[in-house]
């Protein structure tokens, strides 16, 4: 059982929009700046959104985060068959004193 | 170019103990912070560990705590996880992670590089 709680999996059609959204709690979302990771299978995660909201170099921005209290959520526009990942949800539990990461969200693009 | 390389995963028996490290290279290793995330297959990431840029602050998750040390040699640019009294459920692929800013552990977790991860199984 994870402290973030994501959706298991959400689908959308090439060139849509999806959202995932990540429900935590005051002591992490609700204090703690939130950070976004897409993982292809096999291989390491990779840094979408640091800081709620912003793109490291690189990132494309068809990519997008932003949180409001205890939630953020990640947005993808222009969705491509490229974009079918797995997508954490991270922060730091300031009452845990630990990191914590979302369960994950599996993106299907059809 | 910035690289982390993990090394040191095993079969090992539970009970065992093992030593990983991760080999940092093309950055100023002691001025960040390090972490250890672990993938169970098949499962979400876990936060691990967290140490901070000097090596004085550790963190570790209730899964690990009492059974893991991380820490770190800043003179050869590595960071370590000796895993003690292992359990089959610390079976995973272990990954270290740079912060992407801080030199304290408590932040985001901003981790902007991430090794490719070695794997440690647990089975007898």
């Known amino acids: 059982q994870s402290v973030l709680t994501q959706p298991p999996s959400v689908s959308a059609a090439p060139g849509q929009r999806v959202t995932i959204s990540c429900s935590g709690s005051r002591s992490n979302i609700g204090n703690n700046y939130v950070s976004w990771f897409q993982q292809f299978p096999g291989t390491a995660p990779k840094l979408l959104i640091y800081?709620?909201?912003k793109r490291p170099s690189g990132i494309p921005d068809r990519f997008s985060g932003s949180k409001s209290g205890t939630s953020a959520t990640l947005g993808i526009t222009g969705l491509q068959t490229g974009d079918e990942a797995d997508y954490y949800c991270?922060?730091?539990?300031?009452?845990?004193?630990?990191?914590?990461f979302g369960g994950g969200t599996k993106l299907t693009v059809l | 170019e910035m690289q982390l390389l993990e090394s040191g995963g095993d079969l090992v028996q539970p009970g065992g103990s093992l030593r990983l490290s991760c080999a940092a290279s093309?950055?100023?290793?002691?001025?960040?912070?390090m972490y250890w995330v672990r993938q169970a297959p098949g499962k979400g990431l876990e936060w691990v560990s967290g140490?901070?840029?000097?090596?004085?602050?550790?963190y570790y998750a209730d899964s690990v705590k009492g059974r893991c040390t991380i820490s770190r040699d800043n003179s050869k640019n590595t960071l370590y996880l000796q895993m003690d009294s292992l359990r089959a459920e610390d079976t995973a692929v272990y990954y270290c992670?740079?912060?992407?800013?801080?030199?304290?552990?408590?932040?985001?977790?901003?981790?902007?590089?991430w090794g490719r991860g070695t794997l440690v199984t647990v089975s007898s």
């Open positions: 991270g922060t730091w539990d300031s009452s845990l004193s630990v990191g914590v």
């Open positions: 800081e709620n909201s």
């Open positions: 140490n901070s840029g000097g090596g004085g602050s550790t």
């Open positions: 093309g950055f100023t290793f002691g001025s960040y912070a």
């Open positions: 992670a740079k912060d992407r800013l801080h030199g304290y552990v408590g932040g985001p977790l901003d981790f902007d590089l």
